[in-house]
């Protein structure tokens, strides 16, 4: 008799396999509401998600409009508070329009697929986040990947087009390393290239710039009208979502073409009106941002590292083994720092990447300390 044939998902027991040799297999792990360990792994950068009053105006519009946006944004998804935090998010960065999506990753891969597309040309950065990267495979544009924040590199792409668009994409704030994108020289050579510039924002709202109000704002970029941004509102506003800001005839783009906006069920209104309040207290409290850099350095100082431009501080350890290991370790003591290993970061750099908060106390800190020093000493 011939053989009993394979399942057809036995490929995912040997996927398993070979991650697990690698270092690289991955677990979730279900924290508790009240979690004893200090949270320097989070992206809660101004400590607004447990903050009073962006819980209660959460609950408020909860208490209102319902658990949920009940339908697309272009059914019954779109509410007057969705309209209240897009505009409220414009005026903040100098943009002429908003645009809340459901995640920040919905947020770029709408922006990009619909900003280019067959005929036009995406040039994104190397240390793009994934939600970048998922959408350039998506936009059926011819992409080029230039090496992180090569300017002359993204000009030579620009320059040698025969496609009539063009558009480039970058972080701001490099998610893995921290480490800032000089966007003032990239939209010199977008505008002197005829390209449009697009800017995720998620780790730079918040913590660079006047006020918290970004990065490309801090370089002098705010309502140019041939840049983009994106932002999330899961990390300095401590809610759920992401928008897209910039040139109204973009954001009315976006509603006639942008499926991660027309196909998704709209943000569910906590989520909106939390995100509404912690940009309020951001507005209230200008000196959060510096806060966040200040406890930045705090804690590269506790790891030795250099400090860093932003709430990311990377502590590269090398191999995926040595960096799970030390943040088990620091677990154990008290501290939850985060990990991160291929493919969030290239081979042979995986790290500890520690977040700093702007309400971390002199206790927080003390213990950071202790805990890094004993582990980083030991890895």
């Known amino acids: 008799m011939d053989a009993a044939p394979e399942h057809p998902l036995d490929w995912l027991d040997e996927a398993a396999t070979r991650r697990r040799a690698a270092g690289l297999r991955r677990s979730l792990r279900h924290r508790p509401a009240e979690e004893p360990l200090l949270d320097l792994a989070g992206n809660d950068y101004l400590g607004l998600s447990r903050d009073k009053r962006v819980v209660d105006a959460g609950v408020a519009a909860l208490r209102t409009w319902g658990a949920g946006s009940t339908g697309s944004r272009l059914v019954t998804g779109s509410t007057t508070l969705h309209a209240q935090l897009e505009d409220a998010l414009a005026a903040f960065v100098g943009t002429q329009a908003g645009l809340v999506f459901s995640s920040g990753y919905a947020a770029n891969i709408g922006v990009v697929t619909a900003l280019s597309g067959a005929g036009s040309v995406v040039v994104s950065d190397g240390a793009n986040h994934a939600s970048i990267v998922d959408a350039c495979r998506l936009s059926r544009a011819r992409v080029v990947v230039t090496p ?15 496609e009539p668009r063009a558009l480039v994409v970058t972080d701001a704030v490099t998610s893995a390393d921290g480490t800032l994108c000089p966007l003032a020289e990239l ?17 730079g709202l918040g913590v660079r710039g006047a006020g918290g ?18 932002v999330t509102l899961s990390k300095a506003l401590g809610s759920q979502g992401g928008a897209v800001l910039g040139p109204r005839r973009v954001v009315e783009h976006l509603v006639d073409a942008a499926r991660t906006m027309i196909f998704d069920t709209g943000l569910a209104p906590a989520a909106v009106g939390a995100a509404l309040a912690a940009l309020q207290v951001l507005q209230d409290e200008p ?21 860093p431009p932003s709430a990311v501080v990377p502590v590269v350890l090398g191999e995926p083994e040595r960096a799970f290991a030390a943040a088990q370790r ?38 950071a300390r202790r805990v890094l020093v004993q582990v980083l000493a030991a890895s």
């Open 148 to 162: 992180h924040a090569d300017v002359a590199a993204v000009d030579a792409a620009l320059a040698a087009r025969a």
């Open 187 to 203: 939209h010199a050579v977008c505008r002197a290239r005829g390209a449009v510039l697009v800017v995720d924002e998620a780790h």
């Open 213 to 230: 109000r970004g990065l490309a704002a801090e370089q002098g970029l705010a309502g140019a009208d041939d840049v983009v941004l994106t």
């Open 287 to 307: 000196g959060l941002p510096a806060a966040v850099l200040a406890a930045a350095a705090a804690l590269a100082d506790a790891a030795g590292v250099a400090a």
């Open 330 to 367: 620091c677990a154990e003591l008290g501290v939850r720092v985060g990990c991160f290993r291929p493919p969030s970061v290239p081979a042979g750099t995986s790290r500890l990447r520690l977040t700093a908060r702007a309400d971390l106390t002199d206790a927080d800190f003390d213990l």
